[in-house]
């Protein structure tokens, strides 16, 4: 082979690795993963949304792998082997319609983190919540009442975000809200520790990561963020490496 045609084999193989992020290490299938979802209906694929049969064919392809699928409250507990928690952000209707009877029919669990006041959205009901708490599978975690950047609201109000929506969750579930999750993924130190404070067990964080055990840092425990317009390749990289970067 002449030079040229190295260079250019050479050239496509790394652009292919950079796309792909190759250059990631994978990491031990031991670690535990945490999948961050928000919306999941049938419209165009972007950052916040998800299609239905796109998330099937991912909820499909971890149960091949024989990934278990767990609630982040079960997966802190015990984050053995090949363990999984799906998670959906901001409380969508459309969990409800299309990603619950995914979750149904694969058994798997989930964890749900409400914002009960947040705006401009499509919310679930009382009676969506009750019937997905009555499955079994869901876990509903909170999200802040509504929605707001906790690590720029006044003490006073942030305190009382963390706090009521644990109130307005365990008033809508009838059972312990014990896992938070920092809405746009924004925290300080102070912040970690109202959430602390309010007896939330467990906070997710949008860092892009996996890690090893989630039970040393259960308060800032990141994620892996998916995209609605992920490709296979994609998904699996951003499972096996903790990120993909579009
Ligand atoms: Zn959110």
């Given at each position: ?201 467990s906070a997710v964080t949008t860092q892009k990561k996996i890690i090893a055990n989630p039970q040393q840092q259960p308060l800032t425990i990141p994620r892996i ?22």
């Open positions: 082979m002449n030079t040229l045609v190295w260079l250019i084999t050479i050239v496509l193989i790394l652009a292919v690795a950079n796309r792909y992020q190759l250059w990631r290490i994978a990491k031990p299938t031991s670690w535990p993963r945490l999948l961050m979802y928000h919306s999941i209906a049938p419209e165009a694929p972007t950052g916040m949304n998800t299609p239905p049969e796109v998330f099937e064919a991912q909820v499909a392809w971890l149960k091949k792998q024989g990934y278990h699928f767990c609630t982040v409250t079960e997966l802190l507990a015990n984050p053995a082997t090949k363990k999984v928690a799906i998670t959906f952000d901001d409380g969508f209707a459309n969990n409800y319609h299309y990603a619950f009877p995914i979750l149904q029919k694969y058994q798997a669990k989930a964890t749900i983190y409400l914002a009960p006041q947040i705006a401009d959205i499509d919310k679930l009901t009382s009676e969506h919540i009750q019937t997905m708490q009555a499955s079994g599978l869901i876990e509903f975690g909170a999200h802040s009442v509504n929605h707001i950047n906790l690590a720029q609201a006044s003490a006073e109000q942030a305190q009382q975000e963390i706090q009521q929506s644990k109130q307005q969750i365990e008033q809508l579930t009838g059972q312990a809200c014990v896992s938070f999750a920092y809405p746009f993924g924004r925290f300080n130190e102070q912040v970690v520790a109202w959430v602390q404070q309010a007896g939330f067990r963020s998916t995209h609605g317009a992920m490709d296979k390749g994609q998904f699996y990289v951003a499972f096996s490496r903790g990120r993909y970067k579009f």
